[in-house]
Each structure stands twice: as structure tokens, then as C-alpha cells.
């Protein structure tokens, strides 16, 4: 039998390719990823639908701890986010999707490999481009993209096959992921309208302000409210903390890769929180040129991530550079959360430019004196007074 590698989800989608695959022949290997936003509950569901639906063999592959490691610390480091609202949430969860199923295919010698985008969105450009990559031996199956099938025609073939699940569509669309969860309805295709509270799946339940701390090591999260911890827990953690006030709520309006206009929501208190946490401790440990420089490779890293440009040696540059500019941001960051909101109060670090002894902004300090003020303004201003003398000759 011919085997092929199937990117399962067990929704709708997918369902349909496993089901129509085995029909014709094939043998097929349902493969999910857990990047994070999966619980083992919801897993061992996934893993019995698809045995009942006649998988040969199931796998999930756990790359939580690897997704933090190869990318989500860099979009920390980067303060990344996507037009100063979105923090890529599915972007790059689905990009790193990709790439472990092309690499469990390539580790089977799949000669198929097998996902159920359509042909509209962004997910089927991350898909076949890690597929190409990296498994290049395998061909690239795509039922519901090359037959431009319908929800309808899916769920009429899966009943005409035995398969009678209730298939109904959710009044919104849900996709929970460590780094965010999307959000998209009816409100989302149009530009006028807002999510409603309910569309959310995580509803307020604490409204009494607390204050909160976040430790960093070299731009790494590593400490919440004075409990050490690894990157991915506190995360986990934040994002039930956060949760409670509904903080991290946005519509992300952006382009795709195939250049249309979308919109999604989305909720992201961990991400929201440890980025803009980050980006103040930067403030005080970084140079002016390291922020300057910073913030234009970021863009760009994110701009590559979540155009399925992962893959590119250019982001190994920018890693080392995002990576370089770290040394020194360590120390805390106190943070007020309230009922949908946030804010920021203030940084403790040993490298805390602020405090050097150097010199204090607005303030007297010992490293020049008023002469030398003056003649470094006399010169720093020197272009300028040339190039307007001219206009008085005009």
C-alpha cells in the first residue's frame, strides 16, 4: 500500500482526507503536533477519531519546548510584533507545524505527504514549502485545495462513507496555541465590527488589580513572582493569570502572503505581557544604536517568519544578532494588570543605564563640564547651519 504522512488535526478538514485516502488505497499516518496548545485529554480524542477513521498509524509529536528554543525566544528578544498589534501566534505555530511533520515524512520514506488547507489562506504556502524542503522526495497531497471542495461536500461525503459526527461549524473559529489563541467570526470578515465578549474563549473572572514580576536572564523569562522557572511553564502560567482579566485581546489586520486584506482575533496575555515587559527592560540596558538596529531586524524577522521564510539562512543571521543584543538585559519588571488592561511600573537590573554614575539625564554629572557641552553642540549642529545659510541666499 502507498503511504502517506497526513497533518491531522482531526477536524472537519482533515478528517475528510483520511477518510478519502484510505478509501482509495492508501495507508495512511496521521500526524499532529503540540506546539503547546493542547491538553492531553484533548490529544487521546484526536488520536481514537482518527483510529475510528481508519488511520494505520498515529503519532503526536510534542515540540514545545523545541518551538520556544527555535523561535518563540526570538520573537521575545525581537519584541515582535506583527503591524505593533499581532505577536504571530498561528503564524508561527503553524510554521513549525510544518516543519515537524516534513521531518517525521522524510524519517518513514513517506512518497506521500498530505494536508487539508484550501487554497485561499496562509497555512498551505508554510506547509508545501517546509514539505519541499525538507522531505522533497515526497509528493504533495492536497484533496480539499485541488478539488476546491466545500464544508458541505465534505460533510455529505463523509456521511455517504458511514462518518455521521456533528460536523456543524462553530460560530467562531479557535485556534489555541502557548503563543496566542485566534479568534475569527462573522465580526472578522467585515472592517466595522468587533468581536463580542463571548467570542473569546477566555472570559474575565478577576477584576481586583494585582501587580506582578517577571524576571529575565539574557532577554529570557525565567522568573514569575519570585519562583524560578523555565520559559515555557512561565508562559503557560502567565497566560492563566492574564487570562483571568481578559488581558492580550486585539483584531490583527494584516496582509497575507497571497496579498489579501484579513482580519483575526485573537487573545495573547503571555505574549502581550513578556513582550512589552522586555521591550522596557531593553529600554534601560541597551544602547540607543542596538534599539535603533534592533527594531528594524525584527520587522523584518517577523515580516520572513510569517511569510514561510523560516527556512532562509538570512534568519540564522538575524537569530545571531537578536541573540548578541541580549547580553545584558537581565533583571525584573513590576506590571499592574486590571480588567483588560496593563501597564508597566518600573525595572530593577544591575545593567540599568539609568543608574551609572557617569551621568544622570537632566541632572549634573562628572563625565564633561559646560565647555565641553558647548563645543559638542557647536559641532553637532554644524551641518544644519550650513545647509540653511543657502536659503537666506535665495
Not at 231 to 242: A, D, M, P, T
Request: hydrophobic fraction near 35%; glycine fraction near 8%.
Amino acid at each position: 500500500m502507498k503511504t502517506a504522512v497526513l497533518a491531522y488535526s482531526g477536524g472537519l478538514d482533515t478528517s475528510y482526507c483520511l477518510v478519502r485516502l484510505t478509501k482509495e488505497g492508501y495507508k495512511v499516518h496521521t500526524v499532529i503536533v503540540n506546539s503547546g496548545g493542547f491538553t492531553p485529554e484533548e490529544l487521546a480524542q484526536i488520536e481514537n477519531r482518527a483510529y475510528e477513521l481508519g488511520s494505520s498509524k498515529h503519532k503526536t509529536l510534542d515540540i514545545t519546548e523545541l518551538y520556544y528554543k527555535n523561535c518563540l525566544r526570538f520573537l521575545i528578544y525581537g519584541n515582535i510584533l506583527k503591524n505593533n498589534t499581532y505577536p504571530l501566534s498561528v503564524s508561527a505555530e503553524r510554521m513549525f507545524q510544518s516543519i515537524a511533520i516534513a521531518e517525521y515524512a522524510k524519517s518513514v520514506n513517506a512518497p506521500y505527504i498530505v494536508h487539508g488547507s484550501t487554497g485561499a489562506g496562509n497555512d498551505q504556502i508554510r506547509f508545501d514549502v517546509a514539505f519541499a524542503v525538507i522531505s522533497p522526495n515526497s509528493e504533495i497531497i492536497t484533496p480539499i485545495r485541488d478539488e476546491k471542495l466545500s464544508r458541505q461536500q465534505e460533510v455529505d461525503y463523509l456521511q455517504k462513507n458511514g462518518v455521521d459526527m456533528n460536523w456543524e461549524k462553530a460560530k467562531y473559529s479557535i485556534n489555541k496555541g502557548i503563543w496566542g489563541t485566534s479568534v475569527g467570526g462573522v465580526e472578522t470578515l467585515s472592517s466595522d465590527l468587533a468581536l463580542p465578549e463571548e467570542a473569546y474563549p477566555t472570559q474575565i473572572s478577576e477584576t481586583t488589580p494585582a501587580t506582578i514580576e517577571i524576571e529575565f536572564l539574557k532577554g529570557e523569562p525565567v522568573g514569575l513572582n519570585g519562583e524560578k522557572m523555565n520559559s515555557v511553564q512561565l508562559i503557560q502560567k502567565l497566560n492563566e493569570i492574564g487570562g483571568k482579566y481578559a488581558i492580550g485581546r486585539d483584531i490583527h489586520v494584516g496582509d497575507t502572503i497571497l496579498g489579501i486584506k484579513g482580519r483575526v482575533g485573537f487573545e495573547a496575555p503571555a505574549p502581550m505581557i513578556i513582550i512589552k515587559a522586555h521591550h522596557l527592560l531593553e529600554k534601560h540596558t541597551l544602547s540607543r544604536w542596538q534599539l535603533l538596529h534592533k527594531d528594524s531586524l525584527a520587522n523584518w524577522y517577523g515580516t520572513l517568519l510569517h511569510e514561510a521564510q523560516y527556512l532562509d539562512p538570512v534568519m540564522r543571521d538575524i537569530e545571531a544578532f537578536l541573540e548578541s543584543s541580549q547580553k545584558h538585559v537581565s533583571g525584573k519588571v513590576k506590571i499592574q494588570l486590571n480588567p483588560y488592561h496593563f501597564h508597566l511600573i518600573g525595572i530593577e537590573s544591575p545593567y540599568d543605564m539609568m543608574q551609572s554614575k557617569v551621568a544622570t539625564y537632566g541632572e549634573e554629572n562628572e563625565a564633561w563640564d559646560s565647555r565641553d557641552a558647548r563645543g559638542f553642540i557647536k559641532i553637532f549642529g554644524n551641518q544644519l547651519k550650513i545647509y540653511h545659510s543657502f536659503e537666506d541666499n535665495n
